[in-house]
């Protein structure tokens, strides 16, 4: 059953991306992507190393993968933009996950600059695909001036603690004109799997694969967790009750 | 002449970007990198021929690892 995510008009069979970050060496981070399906995986855009010039891991990704660069780290709009423009450069894209941060503890977006960089990226023809808070009007303000798709927090970059406000990621969803892609915050498979049952087109998942114990494992939970959950959204969820519903058949009990 | 290379104040002979990246031993051939001047990219197609002057602020960055 054919059910690709498309973002800007590209199709994609899986619906998880990947991150390339803090994986414990360069075989692992391999074998956790192929293990986790992602076709698409990030990678941040910075400075050479004047000293000690060696090759880059993109190096390895490049041809296997598409490369989603980030702006991570970015605390003005004219940096972020600036990053993207040389991420464009480097790796021939246009798509670029835009983060613009108001607090370099919290990794918190700044919603204010967010929009005004999304703006001037999307007029310069980028395919913008924005971090930010879970929090409807902030994304309607972000597909407003032309962002692809909007990438709302589970919860803190890096904490693990899953979808704190998962009321919010489900409004978001159902009021969304643009794929919703939730990031940040996933700590482990049923995390994932409650992303996709909440109506998340997509997750982004770098931490909660990188740093587990067994990261490969991890990659291919993580896999299972998005096809499972996306499957339950489109079967469809029974609705809540309060109180219970045998299953078996009442009549011919035994005894009765 | 003095330039300002990925926020380090060096002492440089280049006079275009191509003689920049040789001049700290970096194959302007290799794949994914990006040089910006003055907060403006230079385009790879224009190293060779982009001048730089003293004081210039220069950028040379590749992608990493990142979430």
């Known amino acids: ?256 | 002449m003095q330039l300002r290379i990925n926020g380090k104040d060096t002492e440089l002979t280049a006079v275009t970007v191509a003689e920049l990246l040789a001049e700290q031993g970096i194959d302007p051939a290799a794949r994914f990198l990006a040089v910006a001047v003055n907060g403006s990219v230079v385009r790879r197609a224009e190293w060779l021929t982009a001048p730089l002057a003293a004081g210039d602020s220069v950028e040379i960055v590749r992608p990493f690892q990142g979430g």
């Open chain 1, 1 to 256: 059953m054919a059910d690709p995510l498309v973002i800007a008009g590209t199709s994609f069979t899986s619906r998880l991306i990947a991150g390339s970050a803090r994986f414990p060496n360069q075989q692992v981070m391999l074998d956790a992507l192929e293990a986790s399906g992602a076709e698409m995986v990030t990678a941040s855009i910075r400075r050479i190393s004047l000293e000690g010039y060696s090759g880059s891991l993109i190096d390895l990704l490049g041809d296997k993968y598409r490369i989603l660069p980030n702006t991570a780290g970015c605390v003005t709009a004219r940096d972020a933009i600036l990053t993207a423009e040389l991420a464009r450069e480097a790796l021939e894209t246009n798509w670029v996950k835009l983060e613009l941060i108001g607090d370099r503890e919290l990794l918190y977006p700044d919603v204010e600059q967010l929009v005004h960089a999304a703006d001037e990226l999307v007029r310069k023809g980028f395919v913008v695909l924005p971090y930010c808070n879970e929090d409807p009007v902030s994304c309607q303000k972000l597909a407003d001036v032309g962002c692809a798709a909007v990438m709302p927090l589970g919860s803190l970059i890096g904490s693990g603690m899953g979808i704190v406000n998962p009321a919010a990621i489900e409004l978001i969803c159902s009021r969304s004109p643009v794929p919703v892609v939730l990031d940040a915050g996933i700590g482990t498979a049923s995390d994932a799997a409650q992303a996709m049952e909440l109506g998340c087109d997509a997750v982004m998942i770098d931490t909660a694969i990188a740093k587990a114990h067994d990261p490969v494992r991890m990659g291919a939970a993580m896999r299972a967790a998005v096809e499972g959950g996306r499957l339950a959204r489109l079967a469809g969820r029974i609705p809540k009750q309060r109180f219970a519903e045998p299953s078996s058949p009442q009549l011919g009990l035994v005894g009765s």
